[in-house]
């Protein structure tokens, strides 16, 4: 084998050893780039898990508050009601010592 005979050898090597470097380059780059579109198709999930926990969350602070408005109102009358019943008490309260005042004239039984 002759010096010229090694030359095209090697230069024939380094086509192939660059061809295949160059296949295993593409083929890396491939790889890479469908790794980063799972990835970003999974970050784009979780996103959108969390915007609907935010709507949700958002609902049931809108819930919530209604309830809290409901529950105000409700507080309200029974006070209302608390009052007339402490009326009302007062008045049997009244009636009941001018009843008593009065034992021989009226008759209260309890039965």
């Not at 809108?62 to 008490?89: C, F, P, T, W």
């Not at 008045?91 to 039984?109: I, S």
């Amino acid at each position: 084998m002759e010096q010229n005979d090694i030359v095209q050898l090697e230069n024939m090597l380094a086509r192939v050893i660059d061809t295949k470097l160059e296949h295993v380059k593409e083929e890396f780059s491939h790889q890479v780039t469908m790794q980063a579109e799972l990835t970003q198709n999974k970050l784009d999930l979780i996103v959108e898990g969390q915007q609907a926990q935010i709507e949700r969350m958002d609902r049931f602070e809108g819930k919530m508050d209604r309830i809290e408005h409901r529950l105000n109102e409700v507080d309200v009358k029974v006070v209302a009601v608390d009052k007339k019943v402490d009326g009302v008490s007062i008045n049997l309260k009244a009636h009941r010592a001018d009843t008593e005042a009065h034992r021989g004239v009226y008759g209260v039984r309890e039965d």
